[in-house]
Antibody, heavy 118, light 113 residues
Framework: QLQLQESGPGLVKPSETLSLTCTVSGGSIISNDYYWGWVRQPPGKGLEWIGTIFYSGITYYKPSLKSRVTISADTSKNQFSLNLSSVTAADTAMYYC??????????WGQGALVTVSS | QSALTQPPSASGSPGQSVTISCTGTSSDVGGYNYVSWYQHHPGKAPKLIIYEVDKRPSGVPARFSGSKSGNTASLTVSGLQAEDEADYYCNSFVAYFAGNFVVFGGGTKLTVL
C-alpha cells in the first residue's frame, strides 16, 4: 500500500518560490505503473491539476502554470518535488501529492497548506 | 484549457439516486476514456471512486457508477447514504501536441437531505 506525505514551508513570501517535497513509502517511485503528480485546492475553490513526473524525468505541466512550475524526482530518496516560482496570493492553497495514471489518482497525500503572504 | 463543467450542487434523500454530470469537449471527455471521479470530504484527501469512465477501485461500493455519452460523463450515486454528502470532482486526461495534462471539473457539492 503506497503512502505519500507532503512536506515543506507553510508560509511563502510573494514573488518567492514555493517548494514542496513528497516522500513515498510502501513502494518505489521507480515504477512503470505510476506517474507522480501534484494537485492543489485554493481555499473555497476546486481541485486544480498542476503537473506530473515519471521516474525517468518526463514531465507534464498544466499549460497556464508551465512557465512557473518545475517538478523533479530524487529516486535515491524515493521523493519527488514541486517548485512554483514567483508566487502570489492566488497560489495560496492546499497542495496534494498524488499518484497519476492519466488522471487516475489512486493514492493521495494528506495535503500541505501553503499560504503566500508577506 | 478550460475546466470541465459540473453543476455546483446536487441533492437527494436517503435511498434515492442522484446523477452528477461533467461536460467537456471532444478534446478531453469526448476524446478519451480516461475520466475519473473523486469524493472529497472537507479536511480529508480526495478519494478515487471511478476511473476510466466506469471502473470502480477495489473497496468502492457498487452504489457508485460512472458512464459517458459524447462529451459528457456522469456519476450516479444510488441508494444515497448520509456519508455520501461530500464534494465530487471529475477529471479528464488530455493529450495535445505540446504534451499531456489533466483537467478537473469545478466540483459538485452533494447534499443528502
Amino acid at each position: 500500500q503506497l503512502q505519500l506525505q507532503e512536506s515543506g514551508p507553510g508560509l511563502v513570501k510573494p514573488s518567492e518560490t514555493l517548494s514542496l517535497t513528497c516522500t513515498v513509502s510502501g513502494g518505489s517511485i521507480i515504477s512503470n505503473d505510476y506517474y507522480w503528480g501534484w494537485v492543489r485546492q485554493p481555499p473555497g475553490k476546486g481541485l486544480e491539476w498542476i503537473g506530473t513526473i515519471f521516474y525517468s524525468g518526463i514531465t507534464y505541466y498544466k499549460p497556464s502554470l508551465k512557465s512557473r512550475v518545475t517538478i523533479s524526482a530524487d529516486t535515491s530518496k524515493n521523493q519527488f518535488s514541486l517548485n512554483l516560482s514567483s508566487v502570489t496570493a492566488a497560489d495560496t492553497a492546499m497542495y496534494y501529492c498524488v499518484t497519476d495514471r492519466r488522471g487516475r489518482g489512486d493514492y493521495w497525500g494528506q495535503g500541505a497548506l501553503v499560504t503566500v503572504s508577506s | 484549457q478550460s475546466a470541465l463543467t459540473q453543476p455546483p450542487s446536487a441533492s437527494g434523500s436517503p435511498g434515492q439516486s442522484v446523477t452528477i454530470s461533467c461536460t467537456g469537449t471532444s478534446s478531453d471527455v469526448g476524446g478519451y476514456n480516461y475520466v475519473s471521479w473523486y469524493q472529497h470530504h472537507p479536511g480529508k484527501a480526495p478519494k478515487l471512486i471511478i476511473y476510466e469512465v466506469d471502473k470502480r477501485p477495489s473497496g468502492v461500493p457498487a452504489r457508485f457508477s460512472g458512464s459517458k455519452s459524447g462529451n459528457t460523463a456522469s456519476l450516479t450515486v444510488s441508494g444515497l447514504q448520509a456519508e455520501d454528502e461530500a464534494d465530487y470532482y471529475c477529471n479528464s486526461f488530455v493529450a495535445y501536441f505540446a504534451g499531456n495534462f489533466v483537467v478537473f471539473g469545478g466540483g459538485t457539492k452533494l447534499t443528502v437531505l
